[in-house]
């Protein structure tokens, strides 16, 4: 049974940072691109970054570029996400996904078959 455990959310002030964990179990996550997506009051959920599973190269949206890293440790079964210079408009649930072998389309959602439950990211002006 495939397990995605979000961690790491909470309330911040705008220009600080916080640091998203998601645990994996019951996978190869070796084998699996992961990705962060967002979901914020009264929006679509949307894609944030993915990182692949075959060369650990990353894939970013435009709002995070320069702000967001995603990062992997295989030997701990855990995706991350740094999130620098939060603004308000980052307040959203985050959740994290998981795609075997995946290495095109990282931005749609309907490609990753395994999801966690999602962290509250808060960001105060």
């Known amino acids: 049974q495939v397990q995605l455990v979000e961690s790491g959310g909470g309330l911040v002030q705008a220009g600080g940072s916080l640091r998203l964990s998601c645990a994996a179990s019951?996978?190869?996550?070796?084998?699996?691109?992961m990705a962060w997506f967002r979901q914020g009051p009264g929006k679509k959920r949307e894609f944030v970054a993915a990182?692949?599973?075959?060369?650990?190269?990353?894939y970013g949206a435009d709002s995070v570029k320069g702000r967001f890293t995603i990062s992997r440790d295989n030997a701990k079964n855990t995706v991350y996400l740094q999130m620098n210079s939060l603004k308000p408009e980052d307040t959203a649930v985050y959740y994290c996904?998981?795609?075997?072998?995946?290495?095109?389309?990282?931005?749609?959602?309907?490609?990753?078959?395994?999801w966690g439950q999602g962290t509250q990211v808060t960001v105060s002006p």
């Open positions: 990182i692949r599973w075959s060369d650990g190269s990353t």
């Open positions: 996904a998981a795609d075997f072998r995946r290495n095109t389309y990282l931005t749609e959602q309907m490609n990753y078959d395994y």
């Open positions: 019951g996978l190869t996550f070796s084998s699996y691109t």
